[in-house]
């Protein structure tokens, strides 16, 4: 059995990524892909390892919705604390507008994402505020990804 050499001798491997290692976000650094059915109610996104009832525990960075109905169902994003770093593109393929909020419910990111449509969402860890009456530039932050081709 080989040792990689940089741990031999008791030293740590280091590398150049730029993230936070003591935020929850820093074990979702991989673009898998997600699918989750909101049963036609909102969620909770979550960055922990358990969940209680209305929370979706976050396995990837590539999520896609079915929301399922009439109406605008609303996703409460992680807590800005536990998301240093963290960014999720998301895609709705459900029935209905999707709200993006932040985890306390009281400022809106992404006003109506439409079924079809697509948004990058990302967080510097910050609480989120707002700005001339929408999201700020600060914790949690979204925009609209516009399709190229038609």
Do not use: Y
Request: net charge negative; with cysteine; glycine share 10%.
């Amino acid at each position: 059995m080989s040792m990689i050499p940089e741990l031999m001798g008791g030293r740590k491997l280091s590398h150049s990524l730029d993230f936070d290692s003591s935020a929850a976000a820093s074990a979702l650094l991989r673009l898998s892909v997600q699918t989750i059915n909101m049963a036609d109610a909102g969620v909770t996104l979550v960055t922990k390892q358990t969940s209680t009832s209305g929370e979706v525990q976050l396995k990837g960075q590539i999520l896609v919705f079915d929301a399922q109905s009439s109406g605008t169902e609303k996703v409460l994003l992680p807590a800005e604390a536990d998301s240093k770093g963290l960014f999720l593109i998301v895609h709705n393929t459900g029935g209905e507008a999707i709200a993006f909020e932040d985890d306390a419910d009281n400022i809106v990111v992404i006003t109506a994402l439409a079924t079809g449509e697509s948004a990058l969402l990302w967080c510097d860890g910050s609480t989120t505020t707002t700005f001339a009456g929408g999201a700020g530039h600060v914790g949690w932050t979204g925009v609209l990804l516009k399709h190229l081709i038609d």
